[in-house]
T-cell receptor, first 109, second 113 residues
């Protein structure tokens, strides 16, 4: 089977940096994706790692270590609008995506 | 706008009833996925189709079924509904190849009374 773990909640202040970790167990792993979901909205894609290392997209970066079955999402220069739930998702060779339980990020003024 | 269309946006029905949720993927996307999200919960994978064929199945109940039609739209059928089936049902589509990106529709919110 497949399982993913994320912290349930993270709180930070505006302008700060926050890291959301994700550990996974899966067979046929291909890549790790990150999604953002605001309350009542649809998940939207943020980042994807298929190879070890860091991917940077603006204020967001994502990291993957395949040997450790671990990744993280790094959010810099936090803004109030970043308050949302963040999900990691593993994909396999069949492009099947399984999502983690999600991390609720609260950004305080 | 992701380009994925889901209907209806809201649906209220009674226990024991049957409903059909519809999804039109982005133009050109061959893969369609269905996810269930209960209140304050994660996204539970239900089923995946690729070009009309079932590719992967998750924790989909036997009371639920789905199919993808030749025009690539998909339908999720939920029958013998129970209170616990109340949730947001998302459809997503993806391009061919490993991009890691799913495009989600706005979801269909089902309320079972």
């Amino acid at each position: 089977g497949q399982s993913l773990e994320q912290p349930s909640e993270v709180t930070a202040v505006e302008g700060a940096i926050v890291q959301i970790n994700c550990t996974y167990q899966t067979s046929g792993f291909y890549g790790l994706s990150w999604y953002q979901q605001h309350d009542g909205g649809a998940p939207t894609f943020l980042s994807y790692n298929a190879l070890d290392g860091l991917e940077e997209t603006g204020r967001f970066s994502s990291f993957l270590s395949r040997s450790d079955s671990y990744g993280y999402l790094l959010l810099q220069e936090l803004q109030m609008k970043d308050s949302a739930s963040y999900f990691c998702a593993v994909s396999n060779y069949g492009q099947n995506f399984v999502f983690g339980p999600g991390t609720r990020l609260s950004v305080l003024p | 706008d992701s380009g994925v269309t889901q209907t209806p946006k809201h649906l209220i029905t009674a226990t024991g009833q049957r409903v059909t949720l519809r999804c039109s993927p982005r133009s050109g996307d061959l893969s369609v996925y269905w996810y269930q999200q209960s209140l304050d919960q994660g996204l539970q994978f239900l089923i995946q189709y690729y070009n009309g064929e079932e590719r992967a199945k998750g924790n989909i109940l036997e009371r639920f079924s789905a199919q993808q039609f030749p025009d690539l739209h998909s339908e999720l059928n939920l029958s013998s509904l129970e209170l616990g089936d109340s949730a947001l049902y998302f459809c997503a589509s993806s391009v061919e190849g490993q991009t890691g990106e799913l495009f989600f529709g706005e979801g269909s919110r089902l309320t079972v009374l």
